[in-house]
């Protein structure tokens, strides 16, 4: 089995955008791959050091939300694993670092972004979350030396894809430095790239206030929604509407399973035969279906050993981890195997 490995940074409860964007793949995945799933906790401290027990309150909102959409960890070849948990992760970061021009790290496209959102409040830490991102993929690297053919599957959002280009280039230069200890990974990118918040802004995120949660209520749900932009140019419910860049369609076709129907409704909606309403009751009987059974699984999970979970996963990527690290050490000549004497 291909191994995967991905991750999410927990700040707060996931919302539809995780979902379209990652966790129905990962869901997926599960059936044919050996999956860890990453709580990347440390990468959380990058934007939120200074709120102790908010990153806490979060993994555990994020791990009922991955019991809720369907990640199985009673499979044995599905993991929900802690980033800090790993305590080989540091370790590789740092030896990673060393190969790793500070360049790439400042040019990175992704780090640009999120550096001018900071405002400059920029950590040391933040500067180089890049090299533990790389960590975090090649730790579950199998050993090119058996396995050459090999890659690692990383199903991310668009975003993620220079840190994956980044991994790339560092492995390569640490195979090149030290001999063949890391194979590559390979991006796995949703059709969905990235949800519109409600309001039509670029992305869906807690902090604009324009998310709907996975866990959202019945009646907040059907407030947001009834809530939501649509487009901008039609006053009545006569004019012809514009189906394009229009929020409560986008959500329709990320998540309408009647796809046929869909078409009939936006053919309606351009010729102003149909009005917002109706459109928005569509897309709330269409999200009622998906979160229902996602609310439900979550109220049981939340039952759950969440500790033991975490724990059991864990554990088998330290295993990894230990093995990877043993390679990576004995190629640096860090095992001091020939010190002598
Ligand atoms: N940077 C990712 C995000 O913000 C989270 C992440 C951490 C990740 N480690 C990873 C993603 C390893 C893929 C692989 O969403």
Redesign the pocket.
């Known amino acids: 089995m291909q191994r995967v490995?991905?991750?999410?940074?927990p700040t707060g409860p996931l919302h539809l955008g995780h979902y379209v964007g990652?966790l129905k793949q990962w869901v997926d995945l599960q059936d044919t791959h050996e999956c860890y799933f990453?709580i990347?906790d440390v990468?959380a401290l990058t934007t939120h050091a200074k709120t102790p027990g908010l990153i806490e309150r979060a993994v555990r909102e994020v791990m009922l939300d991955f019991l809720a959409v369907g990640i199985d960890p009673a499979r044995p070849n599905v993991n929900i694993i802690l980033?800090s948990g790993i305590r080989e992760l540091p370790e590789l970061t740092v030896y990673l670092s060393m190969v790793t021009p500070f360049a790439w790290m400042k040019h990175n496209p992704t780090v640009r972004a999120e550096q001018k959102s900071l405002r400059g409040e920029v950590s040391t830490g933040f500067m180089y979350?890049v090299v533990?991102?790389a960590a975090?993929?090649l730790f579950v690297s199998p050993d090119p030396a058996v396995d050459s053919h090999n890659t690692i599957l990383?199903?991310?959002?668009e975003?993620?894809a220079p840190?994956?280009r980044d991994t790339n280039r560092i492995a390569g230069k640490f195979n090149k430095t030290y001999g063949p200890v890391f194979v590559t990974c390979e991006p796995l990118i949703g059709d969905v790239g990235r949800l519109v918040g409600t309001d039509g802004q670029e992305k869906m995120s807690k902090s604009l206030g324009n998310a709907i949660d996975l866990g959202e209520n019945p009646e907040e749900l059907r407030r947001k929604v009834m809530r939501m932009f649509t487009d901008p140019t039609r006053l009545r419910s006569t004019d012809p509407g514009h189906t394009e860049n229009n929020p409560v369609f986008i959500y329709l076709e990320a998540f309408d399973p009647d796809t046929e129907g869909l078409e009939t409704l936006k053919g309606r909606y351009r010729e102003g035969k149909v009005g917002d309403v109706e459109v928005k009751h569509r897309l709330l009987t269409v999200l009622d279906e998906l979160l229902t059974p996602i609310r439900e699984r979550r109220a049981a999970a939340d039952k759950m050993d969440l500790h033991d979970i975490l724990r059991v996963g864990t554990a088998n990527a330290c295993r990894l981890a230990a093995e990877t690290m043993e390679r990576v050490r004995s190629r640096m000549h860090l095992d001091y195997d020939h010190l002598g004497g």
């Open positions: 490995l991905t991750g999410i940074r990652a990453m990347a990468q980033q979350y533990s991102q975090d993929i990383v199903p991310v959002g975003d993620q840190h994956l």
